[in-house]
């Protein structure tokens, strides 16, 4: 399955309509500059391994930079290692979300996975079961 097929964008459309890299990667890295104020970012992501390659490529290759350096939180290992879950193959996100339900979708659009993957992280950071 191509990543296409997945996240249903139309390139023509973000051809004609999107940012350039350049210009979208310089916004997100002046928003999260703003938002870590004195502090330092941190890049949390459920399979932070799988996002963070991409985030980190297109940061290097546009900015010059990482506006995370390297400091990142995989929730899957985070789910993994605070609850006894004792199987890499039990910490998909059905599997979480079935411990700690979020009402947010997974919808394989960036801003809905992203508050998805946030209410997940304040579930899991904030929920002591």
Not at 1 to 14: G, P, S
Not at 40 to 63: H, I, K, P, S
Not at 88 to 97: C, I, S
Request: charged residues 25%.
């Amino acid at each position: 399955m191509t990543a296409a097929r997945v996240h249903r964008l139309d390139r023509e459309e973000l051809e004609q309509h999107g940012l350039a890299p350049v210009i979208a990667m310089t916004e997100f890295a002046g928003w999260v500059d703003a938002m870590r104020g004195n502090g330092r970012a941190v890049f949390v992501g459920f399979n932070a391994a799988f996002d963070w390659m991409f985030v980190a490529d297109y940061c290097w290759r546009f900015l010059g930079r990482n506006p995370f350096g390297h400091a990142a939180l995989d929730l899957k290992s985070l789910y993994m290692g605070r609850d006894g879950v004792s199987s890499w193959a039990d910490t998909d996100k059905g599997a979480v979300a079935a411990r700690y339900p979020v009402t947010e979708a997974h919808t394989h659009h960036a801003l809905d996975d992203a508050r998805m993957q946030a209410a997940l992280a304040r579930r899991l950071l904030h929920d002591r079961r």
